[in-house]
């Protein structure tokens, strides 16, 4: 998991491949402006999901993992306190992993908060589930999915 703010992201561009790729989208100037919907960057590889969400309450979420993607969560409005937990202590899972959603859920507490504000992304691997979208408020935020 990493957390830092979009003016620091060229730091990370030579962990993966697509990182570059996925910067440059979150680095768009329009893209505050951008509808809420799905955006391919790159086909299936790499695409981008606008957000425009109320926040829900911690007791209400679930924390997630994904196989076959990375995340990159950029807050654009709002502020998102999001769960961490590595996957590796998850010992609660909620059903088995739906491989179309590529998402597993677990019901274990997370054992750490994140607070993403405006202009800040969290990185999370396969191996961090997390529990986005906690907020008391409206959330803006950006999510590229970056195939391992």
């Given amino acids: ?13 030579a962990l993966h491949k697509d990182f570059a790729k996925a910067f440059d989208f979150l680095g768009r100037l329009d893209l505050k402006d951008l509808p809420a919907g799905k955006y391919d960057i790159d086909c299936e590889s790499l695409y981008a999901i606008v ?8 007791e209400d979420a679930l924390l997630e993992t994904h196989e076959r993607y990375i995340d990159i969560q950029l807050v654009l409005a709002g502020t998102d306190e999001m769960g961490w937990k590595p996957r590796s202590l998850c010992k609660h899972p909620f059903g088995k992993y739906d491989q179309k959603t590529d998402e597993q ?9 994140i607070s993403t504000k405006s202009g800040s ?5 396969p191996e961090d589930a997390h529990m986005p979208l ?7 935020k950006v999510v590229v999915k970056v195939a391992k």
């Fill in 1 to 13: 998991m990493i957390l830092d703010v979009l003016e620091s992201a060229h730091r990370y561009q």
């Fill in 51 to 58: 957000a425009k969400e109320h926040g829900r309450r911690k």
């Fill in 105 to 113: 859920i677990f019901t274990d507490e997370p054992d750490a908060w």
């Fill in 121 to 125: 992304f969290v990185i999370f691997f």
């Fill in 134 to 140: 906690i907020s008391s408020g409206q959330i803006h």
